[in-house]
């Protein structure tokens, strides 16, 4: 087995979210972890977590899905997954009335320079 790696890293105010993966034998693993620092601004600890591992690429969307992933800033993408979540993202965002934003920095990130995304 491998290292963990960043697979995607969302920043949001007050905190983040990441997805990390190990690529096995069998495939891809994937874990989310999430950090929220807001609590300490009220003297409460920080929130911070850690889901199962994942043997799928859609259960990796299912975690994120938990949250408006993709409404938020993303800062890292994995060279060898960003056509998936450009698909992801599209395909969470398609309905969204704010959308052209959130696409525009989604498109930076996944598209590496490359303009066809």
């Known amino acids: 087995m491998g290292d963990w790696e960043v697979i995607l890293q969302l920043g949001a105010e007050g905190g ?4 990390y993966g190990m690529e096995t034998e069998r495939g891809w693993l994937f874990y989310r972890d999430v950090s929220d620092l807001t609590p300490e601004l009220i003297g409460e600890e920080r929130v911070q977590h850690k889901s199962p591992v994942v043997q799928s690429w859609q259960a990796a969307l299912a975690l994120l899905d938990q949250y408006p992933w993709q409404r938020l800033f993303p800062l890292t993408v994995h060279p060898e997954f960003s056509e998936r979540i450009w698909s992801a993202v ?3 965002l398609k ?6 934003f959130h696409l525009g920095n989604w498109r930076k990130i996944c598209a590496g320079g490359d303009d066809s995304l």
């Open 16 to 19: 983040s979210i990441g997805l």
């Open 90 to 92: 599209r395909n969470q």
């Open 95 to 100: 309905n969204d009335r704010g959308s052209g």
